[in-house]
Structure formats: structure tokens, C-alpha cells
């Protein structure tokens, strides 16, 4: 599994705006790139990411092999519920991660 | 970020290569009239200070620090059994961050037993061959990087130890002749870049001091961590000049001149840079 670091603020205000910000290692291997005997080296990239509140979309991205290494990807939301933030990246040669973090709203 | 994927035309390569070494050249005639010296304590400026704000704001911020992947990594590691002896680095050192504090900021040290000064990667693998009875680690291998940068983060904010002793004085002197030669193709030396034109731009990029502070690190460009030898052998390449295989003495001994001169200066692992 790969290492993923997520930072939602663990307290909020009802209504407030929270910045959102995940970063998961991945090589985002570009399928462009030829290897030593000039051969191609295969895509190997992330395709999508979704974040879900309490079951609800708040935010998607479609990645594409111009993306770097290890993405990085910050996004603002309104702290309406406590629950739980889902984030999940999904991409190529099956690759899936699921990361949750709590939020708890005042 | 795009250093890995640029798809330029012949020309664009040519041409670039052309600027490029019409810089050095440049500098390397600007600097035969001056004579090198080197910078005065108080004058000494860590890399971070040359980055952009969206970089230091990267390295200070531990969830968006891509080092700290690395970190993680290296934390499992610490914990996990290895080699025929089945022990791990916890089950002799202990607790990470009360054992391993200021460790790193005291690397390269003296070993006795090679009789030379040797450098935390090459600390691990004697730890991994005699304690452990495992297989060394590869240098730049994911695990290497991830444990160099576990036990680095440990040391985060300690001032650099001075390494000059009796025993070590040869190794650093033999380190900043290195620093002061002038090699390879283009002529150049460390000291006329990071020494005589710091603050100043090479190919548009800053050119900073040259100390090591926050190695292992991210590098935008590499997309990935690095150690301090893989920078040193990126700048051999630039100067034209032969790298030496990772792990040699000559490197070793210019690490431990680095950080000589970076003495006092806080440790940074796992730093970012462009």
C-alpha cells in the first residue's frame, strides 16, 4: 500500500472554510519515458481522485501523465457535519487506496 | 518538476548546452581573476533560503513535505526484523526519536574499525551486516533513503556537530582539497560556484552555498529523495568531470569537509529543493 499523508483539520466551525490537503507516494510513471534499451516504459498513473463527506462527493480530480510524482492535491470545503472525510485514488495496474480522516464540527 | 519529462527538440538540446556552457565558461574566466575564499561564518545561508516561498512552505509543512513519505517508510523499517539474526534497529537502539536524536548531525564520524570516517548510509549497512547479519541496503535504494531520512528526522533542528578531531583532520582536509580542485572538462571547481558566486544564477537557476543541511532530500526535479551523494555526483556530471562509484572514499571525505563547513548550522532532513 502506498504512503499517503492527509491533513483535515481535526476541529471546524459550522459553516467554515477548511482547506483539504493529501499528498500518497506514487513513481506517476508517465508511459513516455524509454528505458535503457529505448523501450517504452509502461503507464503507471494515477487516473482519478474522489473525496467523499459523510457519503457525499465534495471534490474529483481526473489525473494525466503530466502529472508529477507523488501528487500532491489541496482543495477548500465548508465544514458542515462532523464525520468522516474519504479520500480515494485510483489508477492504473489496478492500483486503489481508500485514507479517512475525522472532522469534528461545532 | 518537468526536469524529468522535458521533450525537447535537437536544436532546443544543442542550443541549451551551448548557453550553458557559455556560462560556465563565463564564470570560469570571471573567476580566474579572483582568488577564492571561503565564506565567513556568519555569512552562511542554508539552500532553503534560495527556494521560492511555495518551496520552503513545501519542506516546513509536515503533510506536505513529500520526505516525510520517505520518513514513514523509514519508521516501519526501524521496527521490522531483518537478516539471519532476526533483529531490527529498535531492538538494539531503542526508541527512534528519544535514541537517534542529534545522530545524524554527527555523520560522517570516525569508525575505528575502517580507520576512516564513514557516512550514515555506510553506518546502516555495517549495522545491517554485523548486527543484523542481513544484506547491505543499495545506495539510493528506497529502503537506504527511507531509513537515512528516518533517523536524519531525528536530528531536525540540531545544529551540524564540528567533525574536526585528530583522527578526522586528514579525511576533511583531503575533502576540501577536493572542494578547491578544479576537474573535469569545463575546469571548474566546488569553490568557484558555491564559494565565489553563490547568490548568482547558473543556466537561471540560484546558486547556492553548497551545505549539505537537509540530506537525505526531495528534489522537485528528481521527483524523488536523493542523498548527498547523488547530489555530489549530479554536480561532478555538470562540471564535466568523472563521479565516483556511490559509496567511495572520495565522496566520503567531501561529505565530511561539507559538513565541517556547515558546523553549527541546523539539520533540515528531510529538506525540499527545486
Not at chain 1, 524509454?34 to 516504459?41: C, E, I, M, Q, W
Not at chain 1, 502529472?67 to 495496474?93: M, Q
Not at chain 2, 545522530?103 to 545491517?128: D, G, H, M, S, T
Request: charged letters at 25%.
Amino acid at each position: 500500500m502506498a504512503r499517503a499523508l492527509i491533513n483535515v483539520p481535526p476541529k471546524a466551525k459550522r459553516g467554515e472554510v477548511i482547506e483539504i490537503k493529501t499528498l500518497i507516494s506514487h513513481e506517476i510513471e508517465s508511459g513516455f519515458r524509454p528505458d535503457s534499451v529505448g523501450k517504452l516504459v509502461p503507464r503507471d498513473i494515477i487516473t482519478l481522485f474522489v473525496a467523499t463527506y459523510n457519503g457525499q462527493e465534495i471534490f474529483r480530480a481526473d489525473l494525466h501523465p503530466a502529472i508529477a510524482a507523488n501528487p500532491f492535491i489541496s482543495f477548500f470545503t465548508v465544514a458542515t457535519e462532523s464525520g468522516k472525510i474519504e479520500f480515494k485514488w485510483t489508477g492504473d495496474n489496478g492500483f486503489s487506496q481508500t485514507e479517512t480522516a475525522a472532522i469534528t464540527v461545532e | 518538476m518537468t526536469g524529468r519529462r522535458v521533450a525537447a527538440s535537437p536544436c532546443r538540446v544543442s542550443c541549451r548546452v551551448l548557453s550553458r556552457a557559455f556560462v560556465l565558461a563565463a564564470l570560469v574566466i570571471a573567476n580566474s581573476f579572483t582568488s577564492g575564499a571561503e565564506i565567513p561564518l556568519a555569512q552562511r545561508q542554508s539552500g532553503y533560503e534560495f527556494m521560492t516561498r511555495e518551496t520552503r512552505a513545501m519542506q516546513d509543512d509536515d503533510t506536505t513535505n513529500p520526505g516525510m513519505l520517505w520518513v514513514l517508510d523509514g519508521e516501519a523499517l526501524w521496527s521490522r526484523k531483518a537478516g539471519e539474526a532476526g533483529k531490527s534497529c529498535a531492538d538494539c537502539h531503542g526508541d527512534a526519536p528519544a535514541n537517534m536524536k542529534g545522530v545524524a548531525a554527527r555523520y560522517p564520524a570516525f569508525n575505528a574499525a575502517r580507520n576512516r570516517p564513514i557516512n550514515l548510509e555506510q553506518r546502516v549497512n555495517l549495522c545491517r551486516t554485523e548486527q543484523q547479519k542481513a544484506a547491505p541496503l543499495a545506495f539510493e535504494s528506497k529502503d537506504m533513503l527511507a531509513l537515512t531520512a528516518f533517523i536524519g528526522r531525528q536530528s531536525r533542528g540540531m545544529p551540524i556537530a564540528d567533525p574536526m578531531n585528530d583522527r578526522t583532520r586528514p579525511f576533511i582536509e583531503a575533502g576540501r582539497d577536493m572542494f578547491f580542485r578544479r576537474q573535469g572538462q569545463i575546469n571548474l571547481s566546488c569553490a568557484q560556484c558555491h564559494d565565489d558566486n553563490w547568490g548568482g544564477k547558473l543556466a537561471g537557476v540560484p546558486i547556492p552555498q553548497g551545505h549539505a543541511t537537509g540530506y537525505p532530500l526531495y528534489r522537485l526535479e528528481w521527483q524523488a529523495m536523493g542523498s548527498l551523494q547523488r547530489r555530489l555526483r549530479n554536480c561532478l556530471t555538470g562540471m564535466r568531470a568523472e563521479s565516483f562509484p556511490l559509496g567511495a572514499d572520495d565522496y566520503v571525505d567531501l561529505e565530511i569537509f561539507l559538513m565541517w563547513r556547515a558546523r553549527g548550522m541546523p539539520v533540515e532532513t528531510p529538506a525540499v529543493r527545486p
